[in-house]
């Protein structure tokens, strides 16, 4: 199994579509969880972290299921800006230091 | 101002060459990473270093050498390229890094990337 798995997409929604990305993850004992934004030939930027209560930025929510091990993005009110790939980051543990694992990513295409 | 910047941004060059890749930030943050993103946009970290001091050393064949002069920069120099190593190498920085279980500090530190460096081995 890998260690984050994405679909990779693409999803094409018109504007003011509500979309959602599921991603999961393989170790249990990952504490953090994120999603990061890359534009095409640009490089990723944090677009939120992932809380276990679940937490809301505007138009995004993202939540976090423990016990099935997965992530979730929804996007209400697509816009055209949001076509990105969006990528699903867990931590894991390495050798006594944790690092983060980026998904492959999830494309999403908005159009007018 | 540039957060983290790279140089160059685009390589070119032949198998068998050497060549090194620039990383610099300005955020004042302690650690610094790099991660390099194959054709199917597969990012994985390679490296990360806490104040000049190698902390993560993912399975990256020993061409790969990574050099931290001061904590606000870390530098990748390869050795003898081949065909495999061309992808992009992005450059991220954060404040601190993540510790193991057990140990004090919170879970996470936002990490900020590079625009990217775009190695082409032919």
């Known amino acids: 199994r890998k260690e984050v798995e994405q679909d990779p997409g693409p999803f094409n929604v018109p504007e003011g579509a509500t979309v959602a990305f599921n991603c999961t993850y393989s170790?249990?004992?990952?504490?953090?969880f994120f999603w990061y934004r890359q534009d095409c030939r640009k490089e990723p930027k944090l677009l939120m972290s992932?809380?276990?209560s679940g937490n809301e930025d505007g138009r995004f929510t993202a939540q976090l299921n423990r016990a099935s091990q997965y992530i979730s993005l929804l996007i209400r009110d697509s816009k055209l800006s949001d076509s990105a790939t969006y990528l699903c980051?867990?931590?894991?543990?390495?050798?006594?230091?944790?690092?983060?694992?980026f998904g492959t990513g999830t494309r999403l295409l908005v159009s007018p | 101002d540039t957060a983290v910047s790279q140089t160059p941004k685009y390589l070119v060059t032949q198998m068998g060459n050497d060549k090194s890749i620039k990383c610099e930030q300005n955020?004042?943050?302690?650690?610094m990473y790099w991660y390099k993103q194959d054709s199917k946009k597969f990012l994985k970290i390679m490296f990360s270093?806490?104040?000049?001091?190698?902390?993560i050393n993912e399975t990256v064949p020993n061409r790969f050498s990574p050099k931290s002069p001061d904590k606000a920069h870390l530098n990748l120099h390869i050795n003898s390229l081949e065909l495999g190593d061309s992808a992009v190498y992005f450059c991220?920085?954060?404040?601190?890094?993540?510790?193991?279980?057990?140990?004090?500090?919170?879970?996470?530190?936002?990490?900020?990337f590079g625009p990217g460096t775009r190695l082409t081995v032919t």
């Open positions: 991220a920085s954060s404040q601190d890094f993540l510790r193991g279980p057990g140990t004090s500090g919170p879970f996470s530190y936002e990490q900020y």
């Open positions: 170790n249990s004992a990952s504490q953090s």
């Open positions: 992932v809380y276990s």
């Open positions: 980051v867990v931590n894991f543990m390495n050798t006594g230091f944790q690092k983060l694992v």
């Open positions: 955020l004042g943050h302690d650690t």
């Open positions: 270093y806490n104040n000049k001091e190698l902390i």
